[in-house]
């Protein structure tokens, strides 16, 4: 039972390049996230979606788009890289909107130089 | 503005009992949870508490007071691989979560 996969694991990226992290669950979960992660800082949304077809902005959208073409499968692309985009990047999901237990994947550490 | 505050970092004996607090103001209220983060690996659900008192979970309990807008995460019997982030998270009236910046526990033999 895989749960939540992400991959990347980890990932050096030039500034200015486009990079999809992937995330991909196994568990039928109506809603996923995309959180990032960094010292001192709380878990930050970037873009949610609540079912298959929909998605939202969280707080820190900027940067970064999102697609939600089935249940399974929720990437994240950044168009062109920034350096302050360096972070770990964190997939989860739910079974419910925001009410539910949250899954994590295993993160991705993305470096932009 | 939505704000959730939690000490940066705590340290407790191997064998004791440690109390992290969180306080939170936030735009209404549809439940709180706790979440275990060990260095370099992702969150992972402990608790989740909606109305007022304690829920007990083996050596972990969550309180919560609703009209003070406060929690505790109670661990007991302190082992060294409950050295970790405990962070805690508020769902709002708009069903968003509202993250906290976490709490270090260092557990020292």
């Known amino acids: 039972i895989a749960g939540i996969t992400q991959a990347p694991t980890s990932q050096i990226l030039a500034a200015g390049r486009r990079m999809t992290l992937r995330c991909t669950q196994d568990?039928?979960?109506?809603?996923m996230y995309w959180y990032r992660q960094d010292l001192g800082l709380g878990l930050r949304l970037i873009h949610y979606?609540?079912?298959?077809?929909?998605?939202g902005k969280g707080e820190v959208p900027d940067g970064y788009s999102v697609s939600r073409a089935n249940t399974d499968d929720f990437p994240l692309t950044l168009a062109s890289a920034v350096p302050s985009q360096t972070s770990v990047y964190f997939c989860?999901?739910?079974?419910?909107?925001?009410?539910?237990?949250?899954?994590f994947g295993e993160g991705s550490r993305l470096t932009v130089l | 503005g939505q704000n959730i505050d939690q000490p940066t970092e705590m340290t407790a004996t191997e064998g004791a009992i440690v109390q992290i607090n969180c306080t939170y103001q936030?735009?209404?209220?549809?439940?709180l949870f706790w979440y275990q983060q060990h260095a370099g690996e992702a969150p992972t659900f402990l608790s989740y508490?909606?109305l007022d008192g304690l829920e007990e979970k083996g050596r972990f309990s969550s309180f919560l007071s609703r009209s003070k807008g406060y929690s505790y995460l109670l661990l007991k019997e302190l082992q060294m691989k409950d050295s970790a982030s405990y962070l805690c998270?508020?769902?709002?009236?708009?069903?968003?979560?509202?993250w906290g910046a976490g709490t270090k526990l260092i557990i020292k033999p």
């Open positions: 979606s609540n079912t298959a077809g929909t998605t």
């Open positions: 989860a999901s739910s079974g419910t909107a925001n009410t539910g237990e949250l899954f």
């Open positions: 568990m039928r979960h109506n809603a």
């Open positions: 936030t735009s209404g209220f549809n439940g």
């Open positions: 508490n909606v």
């Open positions: 998270a508020v769902t709002d009236s708009n069903y968003q979560l509202i």
